[in-house]
């Protein structure tokens, strides 16, 4: 039996793949010090132009 954190892991890695199979372009971003408002206006602007975001934990 896997573990929860193991499992957890290969869904983001799935999810991962499969935007990236979707995707006309990717951009990889550090976000560290950055505030939750500056990341609501992004995300807002993203959505205006039929983008997304996807945020995961760097472990």
Do not use: P
Not at 9 to 28: G, N, S, T, W, Y
């Amino acid at each position: 039996m896997k573990k929860i954190g193991l499992l957890t892991r290969e869904k983001i890695v799935e999810e991962i793949q499969r935007r990236l199979q979707d995707a006309e372009a990717c951009f990889f971003v550090n976000f560290s010090k950055t505030n939750a408002f500056f990341l609501n206006m992004l995300r807002n602007d993203l959505r205006k132009n039929n983008a997304s975001s996807f945020v995961s934990k760097n472990s």
